[in-house]
């Protein structure tokens, strides 16, 4: 299939994923600027997201537990952005748990997205970067074209997923080569079918780019960074834990976000407190079987002995 065939198949949407109705028309509602009451009712039209809302506001995540009872509370309290990308966060959830392809790794797909998406939310803090659930969506998102290939053109991509397997090439450039598009573009034009904001759009699009446009705006610049640092950390976890992923991980975190080393460590010592927080939030089972890999690589990391590795090999 042609990248032009792609395009099309996302313009047309046929049987795409879809976002929740209800996001749908906040994110409306949102463009239009319409007040924090009129948003919270729309909200409550639809009583198992104001549920479930509820439940995510309420818990360790925010801090307010116990104290809000309503939607119309939650608003102005956390503002419509945050509240926002709460439901956007739900749908994006949902949208991963439909997914059932013969011969396809969505656990896998789901661990790393997942992963990756607290793992964003915990840099953004360390960047300052305000809206921390605009981060923990960016990265959830971040692969959503390899799931639009998987649903719709998996007998395409297995040539890609095998391909991978063999060279050991990165995956993005093999998908260029034999689909004549990546997964994040694919991702970008499925995002902008969504009508979501540019800041989401954008780090989807990019986060596998080496270098980002000059006029890219601060905050898409940013927030891409800061999914990009996100999504190679939490390769730094998957088995064989290996020197070379641990200084990659240092030498993009230090030249896209200028985190020092001493701040490296608290965020690798960080990322497993973070995916059960976010896990628990917003009533998810957090992936057992990531968790458990990230237990094996923190005693590897010990063996490699991580302060000796960024010392030897001192950013220039």
């Known amino acids: 299939m042609a990248k032009k065939d792609y395009t099309r198949m996302i313009e047309e949407a046929r049987g795409l994923p879809a976002l929740a109705s209800v996001i749908e028309a906040v994110m409306a509602a949102v463009i239009e600027e319409t007040s924090a009451a009129e948003i919270a009712k ?54 991963f748990s439909e997914n059932k392809t013969p011969g396809f790794d969505f656990q896998k797909l789901w661990e790393h997205s997942f992963a990756t998406a607290a793992a964003s939310r915990l840099i953004a803090r360390h960047v300052r970067y305000e809206d921390g659930e605009e981060a923990l969506v960016a990265g959830l998102l971040h692969d959503i074209g390899i799931l639009v290939f998987a649903r719709h053109a998996f007998e395409d991509y297995r040539e890609v997923l095998s391909a991978r397997e063999t060279t050991q090439r990165p995956l993005v450039e093999i998908e260029q080569e034999i689909l004549g598009i990546t997964h994040a573009e694919t991702g970008a034009l499925l995002a902008e079918k969504w009508k979501l904001p540019d800041v989401l759009v954008v780090p989807i699009r990019y986060h596998h780019h080496e270098t980002l446009p000059e006029d890219m705006h601060r905050q898409a610049k940013l927030l891409t960074n800061i999914v990009h640092v996100a999504d190679v950390m939490c390769r730094v ?64 990391l010990g063996r490699l002995n991580l302060s000796y590795l960024m010392q030897k090999q001192p950013v220039q």
Not at 52 to 77: C, D, E, M, W
Not at 237 to 259: C, D, T, Y
């Open 42 to 95: 729309i909200i409550e039209k639809d009583s198992s997201v104001t549920a479930r809302i509820l439940k995510v506001i309420n818990s360790a995540f925010y801090g307010l537990s116990g104290h809000v009872s309503t939607v119309s509370q939650a608003v102005p309290l956390l503002g419509i952005q945050v509240v926002k990308n709460i439901v956007l966060t739900f749908s994006v959830l949902d949208i």
């Open 237 to 300: 976890f998957q088995p064989p834990v290996s020197e070379e992923q641990i200084l990659l991980f240092r030498e993009q975190a230090q030249s896209r976000l200028g985190l020092s080393d001493e701040v490296l460590a608290d965020i690798l010592k960080g990322v497993m407190h973070e995916m059960e927080l976010v896990a628990e939030s917003f009533m998810v089972r957090p992936p057992r079987s990531y968790v458990e890999i990230l237990e094996q690589a923190h005693l590897e």
